[in-house]
């Protein structure tokens, strides 16, 4: 897949059909529309290009609004773009000027001008140019007059309900890892470097690596204790933002659990994310660790002293085991 951070440079590409939309999560709904990309780009031996941005929209014409967070950095949507078999993905720098353009200008001097698709695939929900109002049928309307394609693709349901990231995002925050997880099509994941802790873990049995994740848009699940498998690499020198992960599909998984909270049993008001690695015991300090959270094993509790804790992390190392098969 090639990359592109602006619009700046891009070369003529081959009978485009493209794609525009944030694709926070890259979630099954979004898989939809990708997989319907791909067939049409095959059908016409075209090439699939997505348009994305960064930053999210939402934190410049809501600049006002409480913060939220992502499932995914920008540079974990360029991941997940690869691994779907996209042949470019455009990354359109989203400010002030850019999200005032009117939604005719949008369609005309933006999609037109700078891509000239053969066929342009959106979602039902898809809104664009100055307050959103850009939609479907106004594109619908271009159609013969500009020359392109169209086609619309319904929302995809599980369950009877909408697949959509604020939807996955809720369901994190909630602990819902199963559910989030069922809604992505794969395993929820952050990463961060390991840094000292205070060593609480080691003398009792059960040492971690303490993650403090450097990206600060990035979701973390809510507190409590879950099952994970963790991929462990060296921290990426220096490079241009949203360039991808130096992680490897191919790096050896670790199973292990981890703890999300404030420790209440050691009256420790901070939240921190600790990760206890199964027959694992090497000094990481500095590297950074990938987490795959694959399932909720219980809430925080706060217990009456360091044997009771240590009674409960080896029920909970048994019940990783058991959800690993093992």
Do not use: W
């Not at 059908?43 to 999210?56: A, C, K, L, S, Y």
């Not at 992502?70 to 690869?82: A, G, M, Q, V, Y």
């Not at 220096?238 to 490897?248: F, L, Q």
């Amino acid at each position: 897949m090639k990359v592109y951070y602006s619009t700046a440079g891009i070369p003529a590409f081959k009978r485009a059909v493209l794609t525009i939309g944030t694709f926070d999560g890259v979630h099954l709904g979004h898989r939809q529309i990708l997989e319907q990309l791909k067939q049409e780009a095959a059908r016409i031996d075209g090439e699939t290009v997505i348009i994305t941005f960064h930053p999210h929209p939402r934190k410049v014409v809501s600049a006002d609004q409480p913060a939220f967070h992502l499932l995914n950095t920008i540079e974990e949507r360029i991941e997940l773009f690869d691994r779907n078999g996209i042949d470019h993905l455009v990354i359109v720098p989203f400010t002030p000027e850019f999200s005032q353009q009117t939604p005719e200008a949008y369609i005309e001097h933006f999609l037109i001008e700078k891509f000239h698709p053969h066929t342009i695939i959106i979602g039902y929900d898809h809104r664009f140019g100055q307050g959103r109002t850009g939609n479907y049928k106004l594109l619908e309307d271009c159609c013969e007059r500009l020359g392109f394609k169209l086609m619309e693709i319904s929302p995809h349901v599980i369950d009877e309900n909408t697949v959509s990231s604020t939807r996955i995002r809720h369901a994190l925050l909630e602990s819902q890892v199963d559910q989030a997880n069922s809604l992505l099509g794969y395993d929820y994941f952050f990463e961060g470097t390991v840094v000292t802790g205070n060593q609480l873990g080691r003398e009792l049995g059960y040492p971690t690596a303490n993650i403090r994740v450097e990206n600060a848009e990035k979701l973390v699940p809510g507190n409590g204790i879950y099952v994970v498998e963790a991929a462990l690499f060296d921290a990426p020198t220096a490079s241009p933002a949203g360039s991808p992960s130096s992680i490897a599909t191919d790096t050896p998984l670790l199973k292990g659990m981890m703890s999300i909270g404030i420790r209440p049993t050691i009256a420790d008001n901070r939240r921190t994310i600790e990760v206890n690695l199964f027959d694992f015991n090497k000094d990481i300090y500095g590297r950074t660790l990938r987490v795959y959270v694959k399932h909720y094993l219980r809430p925080e509790v706060k217990f009456e002293g360091l044997e009771p804790l240590m009674a409960q992390l080896a029920q909970d190392k048994l019940d990783s085991l058991r959800f690993f098969g093992l």
